[in-house]
Every structure is written in structure tokens, then in C-alpha cells.
């Protein structure tokens, strides 16, 4: 019977190799990640994840004061898809982080699967320009913080559907912001927004 256990064991650990092993370049292999993590949702179950979406959360983590036990799947509430990272919410309350962020690094780009962000009352001042990057977003919510600007091509988020602002200290928006074509919802009250873009009513 010993045997019989071990023997099964063994195949169980051998199929899981050879799993790992068929997953594309760029991803790695991690079993029962919503067992381990009960802020994580995996719509298709899937077991292989993004690097680039893994460094991205890690360097979030690094970057800010967040407790260095931490992994990238800890951050915030998240949602996976087809190895991507499609949702995540990081917003400093429940659901959210326990630590505010106040820095975003430029590895933002590497998220450029998501489709919604919420980083609403942190501590943020500035967004990187690769942030723009972000090209598959189509709602963001980043009101209460401390941003005074946007990046100058934060127009091509062109997919924007949803974007929160409000509540910050924007002076002034870059010229690209008319590129939101898509664009329904747009909240930027309580700023210290001075002149529009030309055209800004297009």
C-alpha cells in the first residue's frame, strides 16, 4: 500500500513537471495559487502567469514600504486571465494594500494586458511615462492622491472607457488627453486644473 501511495505521488509530481514545462516563454509555473492566496482570481484556472506582469507587482512591492515578505501575488486584490494580469485593485482601503503607495515604477508597462486599475488614496505624485503603455486599460480610478501632472502621451490610453482623477493636485492636462475617443466617464473635479487643451471639448 506504501509503495502504491508512492508510486502515485510520483506521477503526480511528474505530471506537474512536465506542465510546468509546456508553458510559453515568458511565463511561469505556480500551482493552487487561489488556494494560497485568497485575494487571487483565476477565471480560467490557469497555473502559468506573466513574468512581466510578476515584476511589474514585485517592483510595486520594492519600491514602496510594503512588508518584504511579501510576493507579487499578495498585492492587492487580483484577477487573472490566460496567464495575464487583467484586473487589480491596489487602492489603499479594504480589498486594496495595507501599506499606501507612493511610487510607480516604470515596469508599469509590463502590465499591458489589464483592463482595470484602481489605485484610489494613495500617496502618488507622479505616474512614469511608460505608464502609457497601459494601452488594453479601459477603467482607471486614481482620485486622492497627490499627482500635480500627467504624462505628456497619457492620451494613448485611447481604450479609457472610465478615468477617475479627482481629488488631486493636476494643474494642467497634457494635449494628448483629447486622443479619448472612448472615453464616457471622466471625473476630475477638486483639482488645480487652470486651462484645458484645444480642442478639449471634442
Same mark, same amino acid.
Given at each position: ?86 484586473? !487589480? $485593485?491596489?487602492? &489603499?482601503?479594504? %480589498?486594496?494594500?495595507? *501599506? ?9 508597462? +509590463? @502590465? ?24 488594453? !486599460? $479601459?477603467?482607471? &480610478?486614481?482620485? %486622492?492622491?497627490?499627482? *500635480? ?9 485611447? +481604450? @479609457? ?24 466617464? !471622466? ?16
Amino acid at each position: 500500500m506504501i509503495i502504491k501511495k508512492l508510486n502515485f505521488y510520483f506521477i503526480l509530481i511528474a505530471m506537474s513537471l512536465v506542465y510546468a514545462q509546456d508553458c510559453e516563454t515568458g511565463f511561469s509555473y505556480f500551482l493552487d495559487i487561489e488556494n494560497e492566496y485568497s485575494n487571487i482570481t483565476i477565471q480560467d484556472d490557469g497555473t502559468w502567469f506573466n513574468d512581466g506582469d510578476l515584476q511589474a507587482l514585485s517592483d510595486i512591492l520594492s519600491e514602496n514600504d510594503f512588508d518584504g515578505s511579501m510576493t507579487a501575488f499578495n498585492l492587492g486584490t487580483q484577477t487573472w486571465n490566460e496567464g495575464r494580469l487583467r484586473f !487589480l $485593485v491596489a487602492g &489603499y482601503y479594504f %480589498n486594496g494594500v495595507e *501599506t499606501q503607495i507612493h511610487t510607480i515604477p516604470e515596469s508599469i508597462s +509590463n @502590465l499591458n494586458d489589464l483592463r482595470k486599475l484602481y489605485l484610489e488614496w494613495n500617496n502618488i505624485t507622479e505616474l512614469p511615462d511608460s505608464f502609457s503603455e497601459l494601452t488594453a !486599460l $479601459v477603467q482607471l &480610478y486614481i482620485s %486622492n492622491n497627490q499627482l *500635480t501632472s500627467l504624462p505628456e502621451n497619457f492620451g494613448n490610453l485611447e +481604450n @479609457l472607457y472610465i478615468l477617475d482623477l479627482g481629488y488631486n493636485q493636476i494643474s494642467s492636462l497634457p494635449d494628448s488627453f483629447i486622443n479619448f475617443n472612448s472615453l464616457s466617464y !471622466l471625473w476630475i473635479f477638486n483639482n488645480q486644473i487652470m486651462e484645458l487643451p484645444e480642442n478639449f471639448c471634442d
